[in-house]
């Protein structure tokens, strides 16, 4: 039943024949090279983004999360080429951009945006909050004059700003209006995708949820496409379809939300959810799994599977051999020695082993 | 030795005086810290009073601004003066009012009676001198060993608060370790002196799930081993649900409510409570809705600046129960249901809606 319901909810949402998806990321891998002494010779590598794959459709959102130094930023960034990747493709529409010069690149910049984490360094404090909106129209050539403060006024209105706002300096907003402001930079250009990379995160409880509706409404109606990155798993189960759980530079999982949260079939994304606290003291527990150690440094990630040295359910065959990322159920992506052909539910170690 | 076993014997004499509160180790009462800055008079905490039972782990929420932490710096005598003051109410620590004490005598309680733990372990924690070093500096100050029994007693904290290698890391510096390590240590240090308070002021909002986990466990682990009393200050209800006996709800400087952690979840009393509550996206309801269905209920509006309150109680602007009287009247904290305080005029009517 429920298998069958995933999958009509997938091709439903892929097309298969018709189009492309509107984001597509192929083995994405970004590795920052470690430079020491004079000679600046690289001695190693920082494995940030280490062979990524996901696609996101047209007013879709898709959910990253994953503790800090997992590369989730990294990726955000990678994907909008602000960081160049090291290997890969990224396909917009089916059309690869990866390679693309910088002129090249400028149509595509119009439809893929970013909201930062920090609305304090995101805006440059020396520009008026309409001069920082209506910034990108000017870059595109899109809009001057007259008509340009006309379509930033109406952004303002669309967040939740006053015109009168638009005279005002970044120091006189709060930081919910802050994020505002940086939503209505993204929407300058209409873009199709916005990457927000821990939008939220800094934002006191009941402003959150406020950035949290707005960004929800925005989608509903421009058709936006997000890719949100977040480690708040309750923020991204709120607002994403399909949610990616990554783990030091890798996806260990990636599925819709209700099957995520009901089935969690990696042994990382189990320890996530039970280490959410729960905001209500009535809520009993099953299994609580506390993870012991910290995360690996991904400068030396562990042999085998990434996560190893940490899981609950280790097998020797885990400390050497790297699990791939594979389908095990339609539309329910894992990279877990656990499972065979068919899920292990709930996870368990193989008698034996 | 001697003088610390007197000392040891005078408290639990003390403590035996004063029998009625005895239960209670810490009482603030009509607490006023205001801050006299260049824009004006910021009443970063207006009249605040809440009790600290003995082995209790009182939460205090709130968001940025309310006054949580300058509470906690309050009930340490570590408000930096200018521009801050304490201009009115009592802090009584086992009956007697830290208010009065001299700074010298303030220096015998902290990290020795009351010790706190910060938010961000990397800047609360000395870059240059190893954390063997930093550890038995209070040690040695306030129990009065020797620099190397300190030491001892130093990896013997480390090693409770379960670092691995522990005579190892102890020569380690702070950046040698990774955020969880260091708020390990925090710990260690914060408990080295066997304090019978601790203030943890958002102990693991820097720190990933995975290690917020770990480390709130942790300080349970050493408050069943210990019986330190604990003051968790924090924004997060979820560490709230699951740490806190007792929970108080601060908001703008005040006190709104103050509740057993069931009750408060259960039937709060006040609506920046039930705002709070219902604007948080649960992990457990999400999951069953489709994104976009289900809005989260927002709380109107934004937190008053300090510098310039509205009339009447500071949270109507945002209210929707608000009425006339809540715009002209700050509404008296009353005893809405058995054990639990809120102040609003209208509680009746939320307790009327249920929970």
């Known amino acids: 039943m429920m298998e069958q319901a995933v999958q009509t909810q997938q091709s439903e949402a892929r097309h298969p024949e018709a189009e492309p998806p509107l984001l597509e990321v192929i083995q994405l891998k970004k590795h920052f090279p470690i430079r020491k002494g004079i000679l600046s010779r690289t001695v190693g590598f920082v494995y940030a983004v280490d062979g990524v794959d996901f696609h996101i459709n047209q007013g879709e959102t898709l959910g990253l999360v994953g503790e800090s130094g997992c590369g989730k930023s990294t990726a955000g960034k990678t994907i909008l080429k602000l960081i160049e990747p090291t290997a890969g493709q990224i396909k917009v529409r089916g059309k690869d951009i990866t390679r693309l010069s910088k002129s090249d690149m400028r149509p595509y910049r119009r439809e893929m945006q970013i909201i930062f984490q920090d609305p304090y360094s995101s ?3 020396r520009m008026s909050a309409g001069g920082i909106v209506g910034e990108p ?8 004059g007259k008509e340009k ?27 919910g209006q802050r994020q505002r402001i940086g939503i209505a930079r993204a929407l300058a250009l209409n873009p199709n995708l916005i990457i927000g990379d821990e939008p939220v995160s800094a934002l006191d409880v009941s402003i959150q949820a406020q950035v949290i509706n707005l960004l929800i409404d925005l989608q509903e109606e421009y058709k936006l496409s997000y890719l949100f990155i977040a480690h708040d798993l309750a923020v991204v189960e709120h607002i994403s379809h399909r949610i990616a759980v990554m783990y030091l530079g890798k996806i260990v999982e990636l599925t819709d939300k209700q099957t995520l949260f009901t089935m969690p079939l990696h042994p990382y994304t189990e320890a996530l959810l039970s280490a959410m606290p729960i905001p209500d003291p009535k809520v009993k527990r099953g299994k609580r799994v506390i993870l012991t150690g910290d995360v690996p440094s991904p400068i030396n990630p562990p042999s ?12 020797n065959r885990c400390k050497t051999e790297v699990p791939e990322l594979r389908e095990i159920v339609p539309g329910h992506w894992v990279s877990c020695h656990l499972h065979g052909d068919t899920p292990t539910w709930p996870l368990a170690k193989p008698a034996g082993a | 030795m001697v003088e610390t076993e007197r000392a040891v014997q005078g408290r639990e004499l003390t403590g035996q005086s004063v029998e009625p509160s ?4 810490l009482e603030i009462e009509n607490l006023h810290t205001h801050f006299f800055t260049r824009d004006g008079l910021v009443r970063a905490v207006d009249g605040v009073s809440y009790s600290l039972n003995r082995r209790e782990t009182l939460g205090v929420v709130g968001e940025s601004g309310c006054g949580k932490s300058v509470t906690a710096l309050s009930i340490l005598r570590l408000i930096a003066d200018p521009p801050g003051k304490i201009v009115d109410g009592s802090i009584r620590f086992e009956g007697k009012n830290l208010l009065d004490y001299s700074e010298s005598a303030m220096q015998g309680i902290r990290g020795n009676e009351i010790s706190m733990i910060f938010q961000e372990p990397m800047t609360s924690l000395n870059p240059v ?4 070093h930093q550890i038995s500096e209070a040690i040695i100050l306030h129990q009065g060993l020797s620099r190397k029994e300190a030491w001892n007693r130093a990896i013997e904290m480390l090693r409770l608060v379960h670092i691995p290698e522990a005579q190892l890391r102890v020569k380690e510096y702070p950046h040698q370790m990774s955020g969880g390590m260091r708020q390990r240590v925090m710990i260690a240090m914060a408990l080295s002196c066997n304090p019978k308070v601790l203030l943890a002021d958002e102990p693991t909002t820097a720190l990933d799930v995975t290690i917020q986990a770990q480390i709130l466990e942790l300080m349970l682990e050493m408050q069943q081993k210990l019986g330190t009393a604990i003051i968790l200050i924090t924004h997060d209800l979820g560490v709230i649900a699951e740490t806190a006996e007792r929970v108080v709800v601060m908001y703008a400087g005040k006190k709104v409510e103050e509740a057993e952690v069931g009750e408060l979840f259960g039937m709060p009393c006040h609506p920046y409570t039930r705002g709070l509550l219902d604007s948080m996206p649960r992990l457990d309801v999400a999951a069953e809705h489709p994104p976009g269905r289900v809005r989260l209920k927002e709380i109107e509006g ?30 008296p904290m009353e005893e809405k249901r058995p054990g639990h305080l809120a102040a609003c005029w209208h509680s009746d009517r939320l307790i009327g809606e249920g929970s």
């Open chain 1, 304 to 315: 085998g599977c990434h996560f190893h040295t940490r899981c609950p359910y280790v097998m």
């Open chain 1, 149 to 175: 403060q006309d379509r930033v006024a109406a952004l303002f209105g669309r967040v939740g700003l006053r015109p009168e706002h638009m005279a005002k300096y970044p120091h006189e907003f709060s930081g």
């Open chain 2, 302 to 331: 934004m937190v008053p600046s300090l510098y310039n309150l509205p009339q009447g109680c500071l949270f109507a602007p945002r209210c929707p129960y608000a009425t006339e009287q809540c715009h002209a009247e700050y509404p």
């Open chain 2, 129 to 132: 001198l190893t954390i063997g």
């Open chain 2, 22 to 25: 005895s239960d209670k180790i």
């Open chain 1, 137 to 144: 129209l000017t870059i595109h050539k899109i809009a001057s």
């Open chain 1, 123 to 125: 805006l440059n404090p």
